[in-house]
């Protein structure tokens, strides 16, 4: 009960750090752009899932909705 609140209130007090978010990061990674419906896709992406996309969504080719992929 309280034991635990005061050290909580300790530690919050010894540690300086803020809480950043990753947002920024994360849309700055999206590189990889479908022509089509211009929806962005993670460096990271591997050609099954683009594949996938491409399939399921367009009923297009890989390379179609993403001609620079693998270049």
Not at 14 to 23: I, M, P, W, Y
Not at 33 to 53: D, G, M, Y
Not at 56 to 67: D, L, R, W, Y
């Amino acid at each position: 009960g309280a034991k635990a609140a005061q050290k909580r209130e300790r530690n919050a007090k010894n540690t300086d750090k803020t809480q950043t978010s990753q947002k920024k990061s994360n849309e700055a990674a999206k590189s990889i752009i479908c022509v089509t419906c211009k929806q962005a896709f993670f460096v990271t992406t591997r050609q099954p899932a683009l594949e996938e996309h491409a399939q399921n969504k367009h009923s297009k080719a890989i390379t179609e909705c993403f001609p620079n992929f693998g270049k």
